[in-house]
Nanobody, 118 residues
Framework: VQLQASGGGLVQTGGSLRVSCAAS????????LGWFRQAPGKDREYVAS????????YYAESMKGRVTISRDNAKNTVYLQMNSLNPEDTAVYYC????????????WGQGTQVTVSS
């Protein structure tokens, strides 16, 4: 599975941004697509994930209410809508994929930079 993230950029505090991740290389049936982020000097952090077949969604507790993960089956693309952004959300956002019931994500995109200005 190849993953291409896009849509990052600079946004002001309180603003919104949607990042996208286009998947290619194989059908995503049986896969979980996830979003992670890594801020400077910090460990990578789980944000949200979606089971491609059926659309079950999970969120990190800290992100609930501010982010929405969704998918477009026809475009093989997963999105992360982020609202009420603050400078602490500044990070590189990565999409990743794994086979269902596997613990680790095996496939990673290159990341897209999101910068929130104060």
């Amino acid at each position: 599975v190849q993953l291409q993230a896009s849509g990052g950029g600079l946004v002001q505090t309180g603003g919104s941004l949607r990042v996208s991740c286009a998947a290619s290389g194989r059908t995503l049936s049986g896969y979980v697509l996830g979003w992670f982020r890594q801020a400077p000097g910090k460990d990578r952090e789980y944000v949200a994930s979606i089971i491609w077949s059926g659309g079950t969604i999970y969120y990190a507790e800290s992100m609930k209410g501010r982010v929405t993960i969704s998918r477009d089956n026809a475009k093989n693309t997963v999105y992360l809508q982020m609202n009420s952004l603050n400078p602490e959300d500044t990070a590189v956002y990565y999409c990743a994929a794994k086979v269902m019931n596997k613990r680790q994500y095996d496939y990673w995109g290159q990341g897209t930079q999101v910068t929130v200005s104060s």
